[in-house]
C-alpha cells in the first residue's frame, strides 16, 4: 500500500477556507481513484469527494456540492481538498484513502482535523 499523510487541517470561522493535502508517497502504480471522507463525534465516517487517478473524473456528496473542490497535482502526487464557504457542521476529521478498483477503500491515511466555529 502507498502511504498516505494529510495535512492543512486547523480551526477556521464560519465562511472561512481551507485547503487539505494528501500525498502519497511511493509507486503510486495502480491505484483506482482517491477520496476524502470525514467523520464527525459520535457520528459514522462519510464520503465527502473523489477523483479518478488516471483523469478528472470527480464526485462529491450533496452536502458539500459548490463548496468544496477535489483536485490534484501529478508531479507531486498529492491530492487536494479545498474547501470554502465552510460550516460548522463541517467540522470533522478528515481522511484521505485510495483504492485500486471499485471496491471498498482500503487504504487510510492517519486524519487531519478540521473544526469550524461559529
Known amino acids: 500500500q502507498v502511504p498516505l499523510v494529510e495535512s492543512g487541517g486547523g480551526l477556521v470561522q464560519a465562511g472561512g477556507s481551507l485547503r487539505l493535502s494528501c500525498a502519497a508517497s511511493?509507486?503510486?502504480?495502480?491505484?483506482?481513484?482517491m477520496g476524502w471522507f470525514r467523520q464527525a463525534p459520535g457520528k459514522e465516517r462519510e464520503f465527502v469527494a473523489s477523483?479518478?487517478?488516471?483523469?478528472?473524473?470527480?464526485y462529491y456528496a450533496d452536502s458539500v456540492k459548490g463548496r468544496f473542490t477535489i483536485s490534484r497535482d501529478n508531479a507531486k502526487n498529492t491530492v487536494y481538498l479545498q474547501m470554502n464557504s465552510l460550516k460548522p457542521e463541517d467540522t470533522a476529521v478528515y481522511y484521505c484513502?485510495?483504492?485500486?478498483?471499485?471496491?471498498?477503500?482500503?487504504?487510510w491515511g492517519q486524519g487531519t482535523q478540521v473544526t469550524v466555529s461559529s
Open positions: 511511493g509507486r503510486t502504480f495502480g491505484i483506482y481513484d
Open positions: 477523483l479518478r487517478w488516471s483523469g478528472t473524473v470527480t
Open positions: 484513502a485510495t483504492r485500486r478498483s471499485t471496491g471498498s477503500y482500503d487504504n
